[in-house]
């Protein structure tokens, strides 16, 4: 199984960015897949997951109205569209597969992890 996240770089506060996750290796509809990232000198967190069919979706507050998990399965993608980005999202985002859409926050629950982008927020 591979994981492929894109799309990170330097971008200014109220900025957009959309990272995507291409996926092989496992049969993508039927994992859920979610969004983590870690900040320098802090733990990772949870940021947002998405079931395997698209309709059901988990964030973490302080994303909730600015960023957008989807998916596209018939291309093994997960896209975050993140808007109105501020300095405190500055972190290295990670994409991960789980089996279900349970305890989706914890990172534990995941079998699988990409390598990860940085994202970077200018003030």
């Known amino acids: 199984v591979q994981l492929q996240a894109s799309g990170g770089g330097l971008v200014q506060a109220g900025g957009s960015l959309r990272l995507s996750c291409a996926a092989s290796?496992?049969?993508?509809?039927?994992?859920?897949m979610g969004w983590f990232r870690q900040a320098p000198g802090k733990e990772r967190e949870f940021v947002a997951a998405?079931?395997?069919?698209?309709?059901?979706?988990s964030y973490t507050n302080s994303v909730k109205g600015r960023f957008t998990i989807s998916r596209d399965n018939a291309k093994k993608t997960v896209y975050l569209q993140m808007n109105a980005l501020k300095p405190e999202d500055t972190a290295v985002y990670y994409c991960?597969?789980?089996?279900?859409?349970?305890?989706?926050?914890?990172?534990?629950?995941?079998?699988?992890w990409g390598q990860g982008t940085q994202v970077t927020v200018s003030s």
């Open positions: 290796g496992l049969t993508f509809s039927t994992y859920t």
């Open positions: 998405i079931g395997g069919g698209g309709s059901i979706k």
């Open positions: 991960a597969a789980n089996r279900r859409f349970y305890n989706v926050e914890q990172g534990s629950e995941y079998g699988y």
